[in-house]
Structures are given as structure tokens and as C-alpha cells.
């Protein structure tokens, strides 16, 4: 079964500066990959997804990422933080028919002024 | 704003009890999956309705149960509660057939506490 792997439990990044959230996965077929973002007493927003062509993914907000079959990566970048990023992310590998979406535990993110 | 909505927000319950979840989708969306977060790890995926029929199920015990009505809400039942059911508890509809390209939207949770 699909897997996914947060290495980064907590992440502090200044306002301004550019942001790298790191996921691995694991799944032997092609995976199909998300990026959410959950703020506090809030649902899960999709930011970004993946399921073939282009590797580099363009989000809402300002976010991208960037698929990387051979490092079984999908990482999220922003180049420019702001405070209200401020959330938890999540990378989340996807199934046939979605039924059995796997979601890492979570990367926090806290933008200091 | 996901046009999903949940409730109740949060709910206190103790072992042994019934408790019973519900959520209201979009119109149109004939999908709809229920996800247990527990305090500071990710959702995990408990079961996907598709036009009121069960289309697929993760990890959990039977007392788990859900219902999908008509008019694009449902229901997740837990029967037996225990202490380690205590969580968040999404759900996230999506338009159409089950599909891994379909993009879901989620309510804002209930929280259930068990005592």
C-alpha cells in the first residue's frame, strides 16, 4: 500500500523568505499527489495535485511543486513566505479512485516577523 | 469556504456510547469519504460512499459504520466508543464519480472527545 513521509515535524521560516516542505512517498504505480494546508479549526484546502505531465506543479497562493520520480519526492516550495501561511501541510498520496488516500502527519509551519 | 458543513462541531461522549456524525455536501457531489484525524497526525481514510452504496474502506473495525442520503449528506455512526476514538473527524465529498484526479472538499470537522 501507498505511504507518505513528512521528515519535517515543525518548520520556522522568517516572513519573506522562501519556503521547502519536504514529502517522500512510497507506492509502486504512479502515484497521484496532493499538498493541503489546514489552519487551525479549519477543514483541509488543496493547494496542489499531481497525476502526470508537467513535474513542476503551480498551486494556489503561490505555492509549487515539484514531482521527482527517482527520489520518490514531491516536495512544496514558495518563494516568498507570508504570516498568513502560517497552517499545518499535508502531502497525501492518492489510489485508484481515491478511496484510500494515505496523508503524511503533517509538517507546522510557523512564519516568525 | 468548501460549501461542506459538519456537525456537530465538537462533542463530548463516554466509553461504551453511540455517537453519530453527520455532513452536508455540496449539491452534485455524489461522493463523499470520512477521514479520522487524531491530535497531531493526518486524516486517515475510514470509508467513501458513492450514491448511498459503501465503495471502499480503510483500516477500521465495523462499529464504524456510515449512511449516504439523497440529498447529499451523511452519516458516520461509531458504535462502542472507546478512548482512542477521540479525534477529529472530516469529511470530504467531490463531484461525480469516485475518481483519484476528482478533487475533494472538506468540511471544517467535528471533534469528539471521549471520556
Known amino acids: 500500500a501507498q505511504s507518505v513521509t513528512q521528515p519535517d515535524i515543525h518548520i520556522t521560516v522568517s516572513e519573506g523568505a522562501s519556503l521547502e516542505l519536504r514529502c517522500n512517498y512510497s507506492y509502486g504505480a504512479t502515484p497521484y499527489l496532493f499538498w493541503y494546508v489546514q489552519s487551525p479549526g479549519q477543514g483541509l484546502q488543496l493547494l496542489l495535485k499531481?497525476?502526470?505531465?508537467?513535474?513542476l506543479v503551480q498551486g494556489i497562493k503561490g505555492f509549487e511543486a515539484e514531482f521527482k520520480r527517482s527520489q520518490s519526492s514531491f516536495n512544496l516550495r514558495k518563494p516568498s513566505v507570508h504570516w498568513s501561511d502560517a497552517a499545518e501541510y499535508f502531502c497525501a498520496v492518492g489510489a485508484r479512485n481515491n478511496n484510500d488516500m494515505r496523508f503524511g502527519a503533517g509538517t507546522r509551519l510557523t512564519v516568525k516577523p | 469556504e468548501t460549501g461542506v458543513t459538519q456537525s456537530p462541531t465538537h462533542l463530548i461522549k463516554t466509553r461504551g456510547q453511540q455517537v453519530t456524525l453527520r455532513c452536508s455536501s455540496q449539491s452534485g457531489h455524489n461522493t463523499v469519504s470520512w477521514y479520522q484525524q487524531a491530535l497531531g497526525q493526518g486524516p486517515q481514510f475510514i470509508f467513501q460512499y458513492y450514491r448511498e452504496e459503501e465503495n471502499g474502506r480503510g483500516n477500521f473495525p465495523p462499529r464504524f459504520s456510515g449512511l449516504q442520503f439523497p440529498n447529499y449528506s451523511s452519516e458516520l455512526n461509531v458504535n462502542a466508543l472507546e478512548l482512542d476514538d477521540s479525534a477529529l473527524y472530516l469529511c470530504?465529498?467531490?463531484?461525480?464519480?469516485?475518481?483519484?484526479?476528482?478533487?475533494?472538499?472538506f468540511g471544517p470537522g467535528t471533534r469528539l472527545t471521549v471520556l
Open positions: 499531481y497525476f502526470s505531465g508537467d513535474t
Open positions: 470530504a465529498s467531490s463531484l461525480g464519480r469516485p475518481s483519484s484526479t476528482d478533487t475533494q472538499y
